[in-house]
T-cell receptor, first 113, second 114 residues
Framework: GQQLNQSPQSMFIQEGEDVSMNCTSS?????WLWYKQDPGEGPVLLIA?????ELTSNGRLTAQFGITRKDSFLNISASIPSDVGIYFC?????????????FGTGTRLQVTL | DTGVSQDPRHKITKRGQNVTFRCDPI?????LYWYRQTLGQGPEFLTY????????KSRLLSDRFSAERPKGSFSTLEIQRTEQGDSAMYLC????????????FGPGTRLTVL
């Protein structure tokens, strides 16, 4: 079953606003991944984090690996309509490099003009 | 990279029929994963290949499901005697053989069992 809890479940924001979402777990992970999924499509990898405390950016997206290794955060600055979608956090269940991923339940983002 | 491709993108079948899906991973990736995603949920792991070897299967993968990767390149996922509960999006992902856990997903195959 799912081990990652995402918050909020959904959010409506206005274009231009900043967005914050998080992903928490009772387990420690060595890697955090953030994906975005559009309707009818597969998830697209946005950011990968490999070190506790790490802060990584990809354009208007910034993600952080929590120092407890039990959480991660994703921020989107100056949102635009194409940011609409479902954002998933994911983490490998095993410590090896070949690990399957477990996913959170997602944060659905809707942007109004 | 040409990306991960999946075929077909959509499949509608009647209960009891067999279906087969294909996944072509990114060419230099030797790890290939299958996941299943139902509405409102994140993807759930089904099975994993390292080259042609199937190294792990989830308990979600009942005996009606079989996956192959015969030459270590493309993979197929077959579902026999489909049930309405099999309706879902079936996602394939690939990853490099070493280093990090970054998995790249295909567009998925949407299965509807009537």
């Amino acid at each position: 079953g799912q081990q990652l809890n995402q918050s909020p479940q959904s959010m409506f924001i206005q274009e231009g606003e900043d967005v914050s979402m998080n992903c928490t777990s009772s387990s420690i992970f060595n890697t955090w991944l953030w994906y975005k999924q559009d309707p009818g499509e597969g998830p697209v990898l946005l950011i990968a984090l490999y070190k506790a405390g790490e802060l990584t950016s990809n354009g208007r997206l910034t993600a952080q690996f929590g120092i407890t290794r039990k959480d991660s955060f994703l921020n989107i600055s100056a949102s635009i309509p194409s940011d609409v979608g479902i954002y998933f956090c994911a983490a490998p269940l095993n410590t090896g490099t070949a690990s399957k991923l477990t996913f959170g339940t997602g944060t659905r983002l809707q942007v109004t003009l | 990279d040409t990306g991960v491709s999946q075929d077909p993108r959509h499949k509608i079948t009647k209960r009891g029929q067999n279906v087969t899906f294909r996944c072509d991973p990114i060419s230099e990736h030797n790890r290939l994963y299958w996941y299943r995603q139902t509405l409102g949920q994140g993807p759930e792991f089904l099975t994993y290949f390292q080259n042609e070897a199937q190294l792990e299967k989830s308990r979600l993968l009942s005996d009606r499901f079989s996956a192959e990767r015969p030459k270590g390149s493309f993979s197929t996922l077959e579902i026999q005697r489909t049930e309405q509960g099999d309706s879902a999006m079936y996602l394939c992902a690939s990853a490099r053989g070493s280093g990090r856990n970054e998995q790249f997903f295909g567009p998925g195959t949407r299965l509807t069992v009537l």
